[in-house]
């Protein structure tokens, strides 16, 4: 297993998902820069701020991909629920005509029955329910007026739902947007803090950001668990050297859990996309026990997630402005392995 050193964040991106992965990626290479002088005291307390901006992203991130998540489900239903309306107001308009037909033999034979005069209202279901009606009319007919009863029935719990759904699909559209702009501020004033370094600093900061390791010479004799974990594994090391980019799943760019719902999808395995849902998407397993493959999640609240390689590596995608790289496992406290 690595020993651990914290990493420190960098470059800035647009964003943060899923999990805007704490300057903990980049503080290992942070540790080059001298912490004892007279001058870097300040700039310690405003690295320090910038990582609990990111973490604070991080999770305003994970907030936001539900969210979108969740919009993208009830977008979904609310089709759906349109498309079952029209196909059955289709369906009732049909029924109508049919028994319109009869009423018109009818009233050529000799008159209307009243009881088809519910053809002619916009609530047959009143004149329907008065049990008298049903005397006047034949088997034949009453099996169609009930018919038809019951689709207006059908239709009207549709609508209703529809109107539900998108009621709730407006609640997440607000959601996603209340998130969204949580986490630009955060990094927006990550940034700001950034550019407040003295300039050797702020380069240092970057190249560590942009620097890591992007290959694994020793993965140990660790084996993945299945071949769907193997498959993934070997996605997710095409993915190394891909910028980070906050709410993406790939392939061009990717948020943590991003990269690990993509990583999986290409093993023909469908992961949750937030890191909160991946932390319970297999078998929790013990970190002395972590195979290459399993999902490793950060933090009380599982705000970040990598996937362990072997040898005491992960890889992920950090934050705004660092790559998909190799990172100890044990970079962040709070490590929990789930075994997909």
Not at 262 to 268: H, L, P, R
């Amino acid at each position: 297993m690595g020993s651990h050193r914290r990493l420190a964040p960098s470059g800035f991106d647009r964003g943060a998902s899923a999990a805007l992965c704490v300057m903990s990626a980049a503080a290992a290479t942070l540790g080059v820069l001298p912490a004892t002088s007279a001058v870097a005291a300040p700039h310690d307390d405003t690295r320090a701020e910038v990582d609990r901006l990111y973490e604070e992203a991080e999770k305003a991130t994970e907030a936001f991909n539900e969210a979108d998540e969740n919009a993208d489900a009830l977008r979904e239903e609310v089709g759906g629920a349109q498309d079952r309306i029209a196909r059955q107001q289709e369906r009732i308009n049909s029924m109508r005509e049919t028994l319109g037909s009869l009423a018109g033999a009818q009233y050529r034979s000799g008159g209307l029955d009243p009881s088809l005069a519910l053809l002619f209202s916009d609530d047959p279901e009143d004149y329907l329910d008065k049990a008298s009606v049903l005397d006047r009319i034949g088997v034949h007919q009453a099996g169609e007026l009930e018919e038809l009863r019951t689709a207006m029935r059908e239709l009207a719990q549709e609508r209703s739902e529809a109107v539900r759904k998108l009621g709730e699909l407006d609640k997440s559209r607000k959601a996603v947007a209340s998130h969204k702009r949580t986490v630009e501020k955060k990094l927006a004033k990550a940034r700001q803090l950034l550019n407040s370094l003295p300039s050797g600093e702020r380069a240092a900061y970057d190249r560590a950001s942009r620097s890591g390791r992007f290959d694994l010479p020793d993965p140990g004799s660790a084996a993945p668990s299945s071949n769907r974990a193997a498959a993934a594994v070997t996605a997710v090391r095409a993915a190394l050297g891909k910028p980070y980019v906050w709410g993406a799943n790939g392939p061009s760019g990717f948020d943590c859990s991003g990269l690990m719902q993509w990583s999986y999808a290409q093993a023909g395995v469908s992961l949750p996309r937030t890191s909160q849902a991946q932390r319970f998407a297999g078998r929790q397993v013990p970190l002395s026990q972590a195979q290459p493959g399993d999902l490793v999640t950060y933090r009380n609240d599982a705000s970040h997630v990598a996937m362990y390689m072997g040898n005491g590596q992960v890889i992920h995608a950090p934050y705004p402005g660092a790559p998909v790289r190799y990172d100890p496992v044990d970079m962040i406290p709070g490590a929990t392995v789930t075994r997909v």
